[in-house]
């Protein structure tokens, strides 16, 4: 693996410009990135992180958030100040508020044409796309033999108290949920949805982290997730028993991306960071680094990928910028009248 980096970052180096080299090997710089755990793990600091920053005459300085809001929210309060220059995992739940204040530059990468053209939530290129899956309801087949395959089945009482949720106020998996329930069932119905699932959720967490460790204690069988969730315990523990289910009437994908600050002085490094990411080098270690889809069309998935299952509808682009960012607050307030009471 260190291999395929070391090959792809030298052919970045070299398709630099003489000014920008000898810009960047004036002095070792650091680039500060804000990032949320979901992509934190072992291999990112030992494998991925050192060469980068070898090749490049520099240091990378990580914060990690529990939350991509909280994380959003910090740079928002300091978007004068030149601490950060990347925030890894921003996703398309979060646009319509990191938009607002005009956090970040935009960029479009030199790997931009490789990326599949509806995985680009942000068409003014602030926002670049690395990572996707869609949301679904994660479940233990162990004990679930037969899962809700419609919204409907789920509102069935048989799943009383069996369902784990996040909070759309706390977490981007919860307001992915919140977001596929209005484009689901229209600004009237989503409330009757949420009000006839009310019984079957166990409980409802503020980050998905909490929630997941309940689920993996066994105090609900079902979790509102990511579909591709289920691919790290297969691959990383071989267990089989964890299973995914999306209903027929359609999907949304939570799609998490990288953004530049406008305040950042390390610019430079910080858009050779991107054009990092997006290379087909990296995207092909998503499936199994991330436990995410890579959003690059050049790569193969696993053979473990192909028994996902194939959404009839996306309903992921189908709410406005402009809709959400009028909306959002009475969405939010009614969601919390129906299941916080």
Same mark, same amino acid.
């Given at each position: 693996?260190?291999?395929i980096? &070391?090959f792809?970052l030298?052919?970045?180096?070299l398709?630099?410009? %003489? ?5 960047? *090997? ?8 804000y ?5 934190l793990n072992?291999?990112?600091?030992? %494998?991925i992180?050192? &060469? ?9 300085n990580?914060?990690k958030?529990?939350?991509?809001l909280?994380?959003? =929210?910090?740079?928002?309060?300091k978007k004068d100040?030149t601490?950060i220059?990347?925030?890894f995992?921003?996703?398309?739940t979060?646009l319509?508020?990191a =938009? ?5 530059i935009?960029?479009e990468?030199?790997?931009i044409n490789?990326i599949?053209?509806?995985l680009?939530?942000?068409k003014e290129n ?10 679904a309801?994660n479940?233990?087949?162990y004990v679930i033999s ?5 919204f ?5 009482g048989?799943?009383?108290?069996q369902i784990i949720?996040t909070?759309p106020r706390t977490?981007?998996?919860g307001?992915?949920m919140?977001?596929?329930s209005?484009?689901a069932f229209?600004?009237?119905?989503y409330?009757?949805f949420?009000? *006839?699932?009310?019984?079957n959720v166990? %409980?409802i967490?503020?980050n998905?982290n909490?929630a997941y460790n309940?689920y ?7 979790? !509102?997730?990511m579909e591709t ?6 691959q990383?523990?071989n267990i089989?028993k964890?299973?995914?289910t999306?209903?027929?009437e359609?999907?949304f994908? !939570?799609?998490?991306g990288?953004g530049i ?7 430079y ?6 054009d ?7 995207? =092909?270690?998503i499936?199994?680094?991330?436990? $995410?889809?890579?959003? *690059?069309k050049k790569i193969? !998935?696993?053979?473990?990928y192909?028994?996902?299952q194939?959404i009839s509808?996306?309903y992921?682009n189908d709410l406005?910028?402009r809709?959400t960012r009028w909306q959002?607050?009475?969405?939010i ?5 129906i $299941? &916080?009471?």
């Amino acid at each position: 693996m260190k291999k395929i980096f &070391l090959f792809i970052l030298t052919l970045i180096t070299l398709s630099c410009n %003489n000014h920008e080299n000898h810009e960047i *090997s004036k002095e070792y710089k650091t680039l500060n990135i804000y990032a949320v755990d979901i992509f934190l793990n072992d291999d990112f600091y030992e %494998n991925i992180i050192p &060469l980068f920053t070898d090749i490049f005459k520099c240091e990378i300085n990580i914060t990690k958030f529990s939350n991509e809001l909280s994380m959003l =929210e910090t740079a928002i309060s300091k978007k004068d100040s030149t601490e950060i220059d990347l925030l890894f995992g921003i996703d398309n739940t979060l646009l319509f508020l990191a =938009e607002q204040d005009s956090l970040f530059i935009q960029y479009e990468s030199n790997n931009i044409n490789d990326i599949h053209q509806d995985l680009i939530f942000d068409k003014e290129n602030r926002i670049s796309p690395v990572c996707y899956s869609n949301i679904a309801f994660n479940y233990n087949s162990y004990v679930i033999s037969n899962p809700p395959i419609t919204f409907g089945e789920m509102q069935d009482g048989k799943f009383k108290d069996q369902i784990i949720l996040t909070d759309p106020r706390t977490s981007s998996v919860g307001r992915a949920m919140l977001f596929w329930s209005i484009v689901a069932f229209g600004r009237n119905g989503y409330s009757h949805f949420w009000r *006839s699932i009310k019984d079957n959720v166990f %409980n409802i967490y503020e980050n998905h982290n909490d929630a997941y460790n309940a689920y993996l204690a066994g105090e609900a069988p079902m979790i !509102l997730g990511m579909e591709t969730t289920p691919m790290y315990h297969t691959q990383h523990d071989n267990i089989d028993k964890f299973k995914s289910t999306i209903p027929k009437e359609g999907g949304f994908k !939570l799609i998490q991306g990288v953004g530049i600050l406008n305040s950042s002085k390390q610019k430079y490094l910080a858009r050779k960071f991107v054009d990092f990411l997006l290379s087909k080098e990296f995207q =092909e270690l998503i499936p199994y680094e991330m436990w $995410m889809m890579p959003v *690059s069309k050049k790569i193969e !998935l696993p053979v473990e990928y192909e028994i996902l299952q194939q959404i009839s509808k996306d309903y992921t682009n189908d709410l406005s910028l402009r809709q959400t960012r009028w909306q959002y607050e009475e969405w939010i307030s009614k969601w919390k009248k129906i $299941m &916080l009471k």
